[in-house]
């Protein structure tokens, strides 16, 4: 084995990780470990419950993009990014009065109550969509560290992280993830900070190249912050990693911790987006501006990458693999055993990996994902509004047709109206959400009136 050989290197830190991992994770041995880590009656802490919503959702394809948008529009791009993470402001609040004043224990039991069982079944089948989406595209992002997109270095880097990650998620459920995630943030924490003490000195210009990296207008990219801020009144309703961790604490710890996530969130976002800013600043040229970034500042911040995305992909990946076995086996009702969520999990897996060879765009995971799911602003953010089930469904599918519009690449022309980089995103958005909510609303007041 040669060790000076830096891909050799890196497949030593994945495996290595993986295995820590492994062997650092409690084995759930109830349900109630796996399924909602508790332990001998004992709910996640405030610093806990923070610390595993930041590193859950600091996907490895999302700080990618946070620093290709760097690379792109400069700190516009960073800021439009981070924006995502208001979603845990709103997700927050909403699911605290959810839970105090409408005494739900979850997503589900409300929209069942509420809506009835269809609802329930689209919705449920809008989370496995995004869940699915999770795999692929948090793993691809590990297989273009070792080589070229298609290559065998770089299904062997997915499939290896993939069944590594798998193993340690298997062992503990829920449990098992929320343990590996504090230990993962403080890891992430360390690195984002050596990263940045290695890049910015090398930045011509430094604070003030930053600050003026950006065009504020529809031509650098500002399209995207307009589409983020509509898009975070329903994104976070729709990802059950976030979600979940919000049935798991009591209330009013659960709230603190979606507000500090908010803040810690967008802080780690914004400041990886910096590595996209160098990449910009070095004149870098190509799709993936970590990976161009290592390439160019040797050994020791090649490995610095690949650890910090192994760090991030494997807390979303783990923590991707407890909801979908909360949902398979839980929220669908099925019997209710280790075993049964361990299944699930397994064939999320399998089904996941699928699309690595299908070579998909990592940004359109979170792009599309979160059109598909507009409709859903409405159903939370006017929860205690009586409502038929025919809303729910109009303002749903409108959602989805959008959504499935913008991928198909069959959205109008006739209706984009704005110019630049993300015009007709922000077009398929804002006319999405306001059909959205004139559908909601339509058969309420009709209801009404009879």
């Known amino acids: 084995m040669n060790l000076s050989n830096p891909i050799t290197l890196q497949w030593i830190i994945v495996i290595s990780f993986g295995l820590v991992m492994l062997w650092l994770s409690p084995r759930a041995r109830t349900v109630e470990q796996f399924f909602k880590a508790a332990t001998q009656n004992r709910k996640p802490g405030m610093l806990l419950l923070t610390s595993s919503l930041v590193i859950s959702w600091i996907f490895a394809k999302s700080i990618t993009n946070a ?9 516009l791009g960073g800021l439009a990014y981070a924006g995502y993470y208001l979603s845990f402001l709103v997700c927050g609040l909403v699911l605290f009065n959810l839970r105090v004043k409408g005494k739900f224990q979850s997503i589900h039991q409300f929209l069942e109550k509420k809506f009835g069982r269809k609802a329930l079944v689209l919705f449920s089948v809008l989370i496995a969509i995004r869940l699915f989406n999770e795999v692929w595209s948090n793993t691809m992002v590990i297989g273009s560290y070792f080589g070229e997109s298609g290559s065998w270095p770089y299904y062997g880097a997915v499939l290896v992280f993939t069944a590594l990650t798998l193993a340690y998620a298997l062992k503990g459920g829920l449990q098992s993830s929320l343990f590996t995630d504090a230990i993962q943030m403080v890891l992430f924490g360390v690195i984002l900070f050596v990263i940045l003490v290695m890049l910015m000195p090398d930045m011509e210009g430094g604070a003030e190249y930053v600050a003026q990296s950006s065009s504020w207008n529809s031509e650098g990219g500002i399209n995207l912050i307009w589409v983020v801020l509509l898009q975070v009144f329903s994104y976070p309703f729709h990802d059950p990693v976030m979600t979940d961790r919000a049935f798991i604490s009591d209330p009013h710890t659960t709230r603190k911790s979606f507000i500090w996530a908010t803040v810690i969130g967008f802080i780690c976002i914004l400041l990886f987006s910096l590595v996209g800013v160098y990449a910009q600043n070095q004149g870098l040229e190509g799709d993936q501006a970590p990976v161009l970034v290592n390439r160019t500042l040797g050994v020791g911040m090649m490995l610095l990458m690949n650890t910090i995305m192994i760090t991030s992909a494997s807390s979303t990946l783990d923590s991707t693999f407890a909801s979908f076995s909360k949902l398979a086996i839980i929220d669908w009702k099925n019997k209710i055993t280790v075993l049964n969520g361990r299944l699930a999990m397994a064939i999320l897996t399998v089904l996941g990996t699928i699309p690595v060879f299908l070579d998909p765009t990592i940004l359109s995971a ?61 077009s398929a958005n804002l006319l999405g959400t306001v059909l959205s909510l004139l559908l909601y609303f339509i058969p309420l007041i009709a209801m009404r009136k009879e």
């Open 67 to 75: 620093a290709n948008l760097g690379m792109s529009y400069g700190i």
């Open 366 to 426: 979170t792009t599309i994902s979160g059109t598909m799911v507009i409709g859903l602003a409405p159903v939370f953010l006017f929860w205690k509004q009586k409502a038929p089930q025919l809303s729910f469904l109009l303002a749903v599918g409108c959602g989805l047709v959008s959504g499935i519009l913008l991928a198909g690449g069959w959205y109008p022309k006739s209706l984009v109206f704005f110019s630049g980089p993300y015009a007709e995103l922000l």
